[in-house]
């Protein structure tokens, strides 16, 4: 069955833009993405998406459809009413380039600054050996697609411009979690370990654990409770246990 889906599109680049109606042919167990490539194919040659997998996998084609940050590759029209008007935006949190595609270099950086795996020095290739609990805990991370959804929700750099050089956002907290808990990395060795990092290089006391990345996860990465809070924890562990800050001193 085939019906006329009410889309309200925005168009604009970084200068500003325009919400704008269209009228668009839907067909049964078609996703939101195949009305944007409808549209871009018909009335609005030049409208500007970015994707690439079309399967949830790519984490491309991010935006905001009535508001919540999803997926349109992932979001059913079939979960809409027929005559219901379904808004895409761009992605809130980062500067617009054109229509639904944004400029989500913010997010590059800030991986940048998170420090890769430190093995011990005496550990020879080969010579790597983990807890099978140990690498299924780093596994749930690493299902991230980078959809960047998590740090576009995220309210500490969305409602706070000012705030994104200090905090990395969800997912590259979630990133120095994985490091932190990795029974093989060792650099707080040799250096300031990644607790500490987490907490003065890249904001984790603005985290106030609203959950709303976790809500936006495509993936269903318990951010919160299994990345975001044990790191908080382990960073309150170091900095208020009495011991260590008379050590420190
Ligand atoms: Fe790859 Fe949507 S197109 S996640």
Request: overall charge negative.
């Given at each position: 069955?085939?019906?006329?889906?009410?889309?309200?599109?925005?168009?604009?680049?970084?200068?500003?833009?325009e919400l704008r109606d269209h009228v668009v042919e839907a067909a049964e167990g078609e996703v939101v993405l195949d009305l944007v490539h409808r549209l871009q194919a018909t009335e609005c040659p030049d409208l500007a998406v970015r994707w690439n997998c079309k399967a949830g996998k790519c984490g491309s084609c991010s935006a905001e459809i009535n508001g919540k940050p999803k997926l349109m590759c992932m979001t059913r029209m079939s979960t809409f009413a027929?005559?219901?008007?379904?808004?895409?935006?761009?992605?809130?949190?980062?500067?617009?380039?054109?229509?639904?595609v944004c400029d989500v270099s913010f997010n590059y950086v800030k991986a940048r600054e998170v420090p890769a795996f430190e093995p011990p020095a005496d550990l020879e290739p080969g010579e790597y050996r983990m807890q099978q609990v140990d690498v299924q805990r780093s596994q749930e991370f690493r299902k991230c697609i980078e959809c960047f959804l998590c740090q576009d929700v995220c309210h500490v750099i969305r409602d706070h411009e000012d705030n994104k050089e200090a905090f990395s956002?969800?997912?590259f907290l979630m990133r120095v979690a994985e490091l932190e808990m990795h029974p093989l990395d060792a650099r707080g060795e040799t250096r300031a370990d990644r607790p500490d990092e987490a907490r003065e290089e890249h904001g984790l006391g603005?985290?106030?654990?609203?959950?709303?990345?976790?809500?936006?996860?495509?993936?269903?990465?318990?951010?919160?409770?299994?990345?975001?809070i044990p790191l908080k924890e382990r960073a309150a562990d170091r900095y208020y246990d009495p011991l260590l800050r008379l050590f420190r001193r």
């Open positions: 069955m085939s019906y006329l889906a009410h889309l309200r599109v925005w168009h604009g680049d970084a200068d500003g833009g027929t005559d219901e008007v379904i808004t895409v935006t761009p992605m809130r949190t980062f500067p617009v380039i054109k229509d639904l956002g969800p997912r603005l985290c106030n654990i609203t959950r709303c990345c976790t809500d936006v996860c495509p993936e269903h990465i318990q951010i919160t409770d299994n990345a975001l």
